[in-house]
């Protein structure tokens, strides 16, 4: 028996019933990227008549917060929608139910494509009329930006649900801030070149530097740098097995060690 | 005695140096109730789950409907069911959005309709629209009974289903659960402390004490064999050691 498209679309269904009842939660949604995307927007401001590099390509810092945000709220909405079934102690009537983790994990990453575009549309939207930038100037090269980085926040998320599927809610922060440990080697805002010799080397493992150098490539230099978009998709590859390797057999560690069952605080 | 819908043999779960359940055996005849009985830590809230697939046994096997559920349990999860005060439905999810959930994920034809007809069913009609998280306890084991039932399981493996309840609510659940028995032809496999429950559904049961089936028969026989007139007084006698049947290892 195969993945089913249906338990798929339950899972989905009830994140979207959670969503749905709670405006606070909608609202959270778009509130830190619209945050986000003013403060920088006026920094880019400022910057643009003090930056030459900056003034080169007004948009940049809108454009690298807006992508950061497509990581973290990919991340984000992996990790919260499973923190979801920990908190509701639901992860026992859902695994004797014909749900496979594959079919959950699908549902999470469905899940997390729609909290993202709820979150970042309305930022991305709202910086035309205030900072008259559109990152959808970008054409096609913005989706594969998209999917790579939303790609890397599903296995970020995979891995941080793994660790407290083996560690219980007490690594629930983890979902908050693990991200941010891998902001300064993504070379969000400035090129990898800035960082040391040694952290330039860390920065090509990851796929967010690739695109965040492919970003800035299109807005300085008008070129799509296929390079980076291969090396990050071919890496968002290996670590997505990876990620789905090592939630598999923290799952089955539940498992063993009855964990399905003892969720919760 | 009919075919064993679950079987399981020689059943053993350790957590580092605990032995929680310690090589099992029991088969569970089509269409019968049968009562896991024991006390707090007995080992039979680790039955289940291992019976379910949460948990992975350390040794021994579990076949359910024919199938090895330790295997494919893929195979029979639609046909089978569970409920447990120990695990929650979502809280903030109202009654019917659960229940929708659930029927969609057991693959239910007409879920609208299954939905309205269990609801009917188990008189919780009225909280279809609450959320669970503002239902009494006796609402929200009702809501429980319902999602284990949405799917007419062949086998239904209850924890403790009346633990908390008020006796007249208790009384309505045990009514219902012998009737859907009666009319649906389900096994029920029911883990309970409650010698009343156990008493009153169950054609055999299970006594377990730290981990081991350390007697069995129907409830008449263990009266019988223990000399007493209640099942409580049998699950004193085993609870405390005081003696035991000795049939623990019979063939079943």
């Known amino acids: ?265 | 005695m009919s075919q064993a819908v679950i079987k399981v043999e020689g059943l053993t779960k350790r957590f580092d140096d605990t032995t929680a359940v310690d090589a099992i055996s029991f088969a569970v005849p089509a269409g019968t109730v049968v009562g896991l009985l024991g006390g707090n830590g007995a080992g039979k809230t680790t039955t289940i789950s291992m019976l379910l697939g949460l948990l992975l046994p350390t040794s021994g096997t579990i076949e359910v409907l024919g199938v090895d559920m330790l295997r494919h349990r893929h195979r029979v999860l639609t046909r089978m069911n569970f409920s447990s005060p120990y695990v929650d439905l979502p809280h903030r999810l109202t009654v019917a959005e659960n229940l929708t959930v659930y029927g969609h994920l057991y693959g239910l034809a007409g879920v609208r309709r299954r939905v309205a007809e269990i609801a009917e069913a188990l008189d919780i009609a009225q909280f279809l629209k609450k959320p669970v998280g503002k239902l009494s306890a006796g609402q929200k084991t009702r809501v429980a009974l319902a999602k284990a039932l949405l799917n007419k399981p062949d086998v239904l493996l209850l924890d403790e289903p009346t633990a908390s309840l008020d006796p007249d609510t208790a009384d309505w659940v045990r009514t219902y659960l012998e009737t859907f028995r009666r009319e649906t032809g389900a096994t029920i496999l029911l883990a309970s402390h409650n010698m009343l429950e156990v008493e009153r559904l169950c054609s055999l049961v299970l006594m377990m004490r730290k981990g081991s089936i350390v007697d069995r028969g129907t409830p008449a026989e263990l009266l019988e064999r223990y000399g007493r007139d209640t099942m409580e007084d049998v699950f004193l006698d085993i609870a405390r050691e005081r003696r035991t049947g000795g049939v623990a290892d019979a063939a079943d």
Do not use: C, K
């Open chain 1, 1 to 265: 028996m195969g993945a089913s498209v249906r338990r798929i679309a339950a899972m989905v269904l009830r994140y979207w019933y959670l969503l749905r009842g709670s405006w606070p939660r909608i609202l959270e949604l778009a509130y830190w990227p619209t945050v986000q995307m003013i403060m920088w927007g006026f920094i880019s401001q400022f910057m643009a008549t003090n930056s030459t590099w900056v003034a080169q390509a007004a948009g940049v810092l809108i454009a690298a917060v807006l992508l950061w945000d497509v990581l973290f709220r990919g991340q984000l909405g992996v990790s919260v929608s499973f923190l979801e079934e920990m908190w509701s102690r639901n992860l026992g009537h859902l695994f004797v139910s014909p749900l496979r983790p594959g079919e959950w994990v699908t549902a999470l990453m469905t899940m997390s494509l729609i909290r993202t575009l709820m979150g970042t549309i309305p930022a991305a939207l709202l910086a035309i009329p205030v900072f008259g930038y559109s990152i959808f100037d970008m054409g096609l090269p913005l989706a594969a930006f998209f999917g790579n980085l939303i790609v890397m926040g599903w296995w970020l998320g995979l891995l941080i649900v793994a660790l407290i599927l083996r560690h219980g809610l007490g690594a629930e922060s983890l979902a908050w801030v693990a991200v941010f440990l891998l902001a300064p080697v993504s070379a969000v805002y400035y090129p990898v070149s800035v960082l040391p010799g040694w952290l330039q080397a860390v920065a090509w493992t990851l796929p967010s530097a690739h695109v965040f150098e492919g970003m800035r490539a299109l807005m300085f230099e008008d070129a799509v740098r296929w390079d980076h978009l291969a090396w990050a998709t071919g890496l968002n590859i290996a670590y997505m097995a990876a990620a789905a390797g090592v939630f598999l057999h923290f799952f089955n560690v539940a498992r063993r060690r009855g964990a399905l069952l003892q969720t919760g605080e």
